[in-house]
């Protein structure tokens, strides 16, 4: 049985009149169809018939609609043939029923546009500290979980891909081809204005032309050898994860990551705080925004992120925020360093009895799924020194 076959059950029950044409004075109802198994045949319920015990559930039926004056039934489909009108958003709707089938009878008297279509930002509904909490509930000072490591992955990911990776090879290059074309116009332009004028042709003018136009724009394909991936991860990995737990900890850190990593090319300050510190090198070494689409980031999502990274320092007091996230460094470089010393661990197995010292000083409990670390200065500096070893 389908959607016209059960208005039309209800039609058969009501007496309609005939020679109505409904309007806006008309009162209409809109009556629940539920359409059950009874044996072998199908029967409709309507919201005022009871079912009986045997009966079972096939499906509902909402868009049914009944003039109380008339009687009259009206099944409103994408198929309705009732003549629309404008409502008040300037939409063409069934005057019975009100529904907009047809989005793309939309009609509007402003130049602006309706609306504009955003992707939703994606929330992190899951504890991201379940491994990491007591037995009464609270989160262990220092730990870190599953997903810090996953955020020190994907920033080395992204660092790979925008700075290392062919594509961005690819754009540099382009860039530079620009750059010599421009430069041989310029070149033309000069060989023509001294034929015309009738004077020497100067071959070094032409070769400070030449390079001037190609270098205008700096070009990180003359200095890609000079950075390492591995090196800038733990560098900026550490402030990228604290800036992600103090702000918008429930934005998925994919999003977060790259709009942070432009706020950091000129910094946020408040009242002469430094909240997100500046980095030179990431101004000199980031591709330009208006490429972001070729390392598959969403320009209109990565704008939304970085809005909503501003409100939310506008929202927090800069002097508790900027504490916070100077806490929250610090136990990440050292958590960091502990997780790489791991690493190396496997690697050289000549240092048992210095492991074994800096975990009997640090308090370090190896679990499963979770390491605790009592951070302090004192600690960080035997890492760092065990570190150092562990490289020769």
Not at 308 to 323: G, N, Q, S
Request: proline share 4%; hydrophobic share 40%.
């Amino acid at each position: 049985m389908d959607d016209v076959d059960i208005a039309e059950t209800l039609q058969e029950r009501l007496c309609c009149k005939t020679g109505h044409v409904c309007d806006s004075k008309c009162k209409i109802s809109n009556p629940l169809a539920t359409l059950v198994q009874r044996g072998s045949t199908q029967v409709v319920l309507w919201q005022w018939d009871r079912p009986l015990v045997g009966d079972t559930k096939v499906r509902t039926l909402s868009n049914v609609y009944v003039c109380e004056g008339s009687r009259s039934v009206h099944l409103c489909t994408a198929d309705c043939t009732v003549p629309k009108i404008l409502n008040a958003e300037h939409c063409l709707i069934c005057p019975v029923s009100g529904l907009q089938w047809n989005g793309e009878t939309e009609q509007t008297r402003s130049w602006r546009n309706v609306s504009k279509c955003l992707p939703t930002i994606g929330t992190i509904k899951s504890d991201p500290n379940r491994f990491c909490r007591d037995n009464n509930g609270v989160v262990i000072e220092g730990s870190m979980n599953l997903t810090v490591q996953l955020c020190k992955q994907q920033v080395k990911t992204l660092l790979q891909l925008m700075l290392f990776s062919q594509v961005r090879k690819q754009s540099e290059f382009a860039k530079y081809l620009d750059g010599v074309s421009n430069a041989n116009k310029n070149m033309n332009k000069y060989m023509r204005y001294s034929v015309f004028h009738q004077l020497p042709k100067n071959v070094a003018t032409m070769a400070t032309i030449y390079t001037n136009t190609v270098f205008s724009e700096p070009n990180f394909f003359r200095t890609m050898h000079q950075y390492d991936c591995d090196r800038l991860c733990a560098e900026y990995a550490p402030l990228l994860v604290a800036y992600w737990h103090c702000l918008l900890p429930n934005t998925v850190f994919t999003t977060f990551l790259p709009a942070c990593l432009y706020l950091m090319r000129s910094g946020v300050h408040v009242e002469g705080l430094r909240i997100i510190q500046r980095s030179n090198e990431l101004e000199r070494i980031l591709p330009e925004a208006n490429t972001l689409d070729l390392y598959n980031i969403n320009k209109p999502c990565f704008t939304q992120t970085k809005n909503m990274i501003l409100a939310k320092i506008r929202e927090v007091d800069p002097v508790e925020l900027l504490h916070t996230i100077t806490k929250c460094t610090q136990d990440n470089k050292l958590l960091f360093v502990f997780f790489s010393l791991i690493f190396h661990m496997a690697q050289f197995p000549q240092l048992p009895l210095a492991w074994y010292a800096v975990t009997r000083s640090c308090g370090v409990t190896v679990r499963s799924r979770s390491c605790t670390v009592h951070s302090s200065p004192a600690h960080f500096g035997w890492l760092q020194a065990l570190w150092a070893v562990s490289e020769y």
